[in-house]
């Protein structure tokens, strides 16, 4: 069994951990929200930079151990708690593209659309990891396009880092206004553990703050 002190989640809202705050309450064990501080830059004190050198959230502690970089965690996660349903084990071969998506968030996805917030001239198509914007966004529907997940009738975790990816583009209109797109995120944000994390979320960090 997992008691309460087995996971440990720093936590700041706005930011990147809120996709990891969703993915534990999809994974259904209790954890702990330690709440940390950026407008008066706890993320940069000494003790936090012995858990992330990047001084970012999130960070994971599980057992004691430090895990940092959202997809990451997820992956640990769903590979650590496999009664969850959220992974595809070793051995399938589903696993392979699973992966493929879970990092696909990333590295492919959020530089792209940073890239064309920040009106930013990535380059040649060969220099830049993503490839270019447009390429991204068609695989990216393709796939959608052919069942409700990532992964066909199966939800993961690589949904829940492209479901939060994709969810916070919108917000500043750099996902293409598709139904496929819009679909796909409305279905991941009607799930209860989404709902109970945000719900969270607005206790802890109120907008009139």
Not at 20 to 49: C, Q, T
Not at 163 to 179: A, K, N, V, Y
Request: some cysteine; hydrophobic content about 40%.
């Amino acid at each position: 069994m997992h008691d309460r002190s087995e996971l440990i989640l720093y936590h700041a809202v706005p930011s990147r951990s809120s996709i990891v705050h969703w993915m534990l309450e999809e994974i259904g064990h209790p954890y702990e929200l330690r709440m940390v501080d950026l407008k008066n830059g706890e993320n940069r004190s000494p003790a936090f930079l012995k858990l992330n050198p990047m001084g970012k959230v999130p960070v994971l502690l599980h057992d004691g151990v430090p895990v940092s970089e959202a997809a990451a965690i997820c992956c640990h996660l769903a590979d650590a708690f496999p009664e969850a349903g959220l992974s595809l084990p070793v051995g399938d071969p589903r696993r392979g593209p699973y992966l493929k998506w879970l990092f696909f968030g990333p590295g492919c996805v959020e530089p792209a659309m940073t890239d064309r917030m920040m009106k930013r001239e990535a380059g040649p198509r060969s220099t830049v990891g993503y490839g270019d914007y447009d390429t991204v966004m068609q695989v990216l529907g393709g796939a959608l396009a052919t069942g409700p997940y990532l992964m066909g009738e199966t939800f993961t975790a690589a949904d829940v880092v492209i479901g939060s990816t994709l969810r916070w583009g919108m917000l500043f209109e750099l996902i293409p206004d598709t139904d496929v797109f819009t679909a796909y995120v409305g279905r991941l944000t009607g799930r209860a553990a989404f709902k109970r994390a945000q719900a969270t979320d607005a206790e802890l960090f109120p907008k009139d703050e």
